[in-house]
């Protein structure tokens, strides 16, 4: 049983494949990613990114599916970019927001005197609104990542969440 997928690559973009590592460059960036899996094969050719196996076990099937996902992401962050909108929703304490590096802070959460942070990861560019955060790059998984991490450091503790709703939520994904 051979698995096949195949992601045609769009105009405007090229995709190479040196060793094991798939480069996709487009007009926002470049992006680079570790295709390497027992028994998977990845191959770039005629226009489109091929990946197959031999194999019929589940994991090494599903993981052509996987590797199917990952570069049609890497192709549309490249052309596109990716944007996630996060609202600030407080009641009575006001939360107030720093961006101090690659660390968010997050002062005022529920009263708190002590700030909660966040990390930013490399290649997110963070943009802070009235009740809004903005993450945007062209690597869906560092921009996912970036705003769970936010999530988390708002999550609230030793109270009943059914009234302290308070946090920063992601409301949209573009």
């Known amino acids: 049983m051979v698995v096949e997928r195949r992601v045609a690559i769009p105009a405007g973009i090229t995709a190479a494949l040196t060793g094991f590592t798939l480069v996709v460059k487009g007009q926002k960036g470049e992006l680079r990613r570790e295709m390497r899996y027992p028994g998977v094969n990845v191959a770039v050719a005629d226009g489109e990114v091929v990946i197959a196996t031999d194999s019929s076990r589940k994991r090494v099937v599903a993981m052509v599916g996987t590797y199917a996902a990952h570069v049609g992401n890497m192709f549309e962050g490249v052309a596109k970019g990716y944007e996630y909108r996060m609202k600030v929703v407080y009641s009575h304490f006001p939360i107030q927001l ?77």
């Open 98 to 174: 720093k961006l101090k590096g690659e660390i968010l802070e997050i002062n005022n959460f529920l009263g708190e005197k002590q700030a909660r942070y966040a990390r930013i990861l490399p290649g997110v560019r963070v943009t802070i609104g009235n009740d809004e955060v903005t993450l945007a790059g062209i690597d869906k998984e560092l921009v996912g990542s970036t705003s769970a991490k936010i999530e988390r450091a708002t999550k609230v503790r030793k109270r009943d969440t059914r009234v302290f709703q308070d946090g920063i939520y992601i409301v949209e994904k573009a």
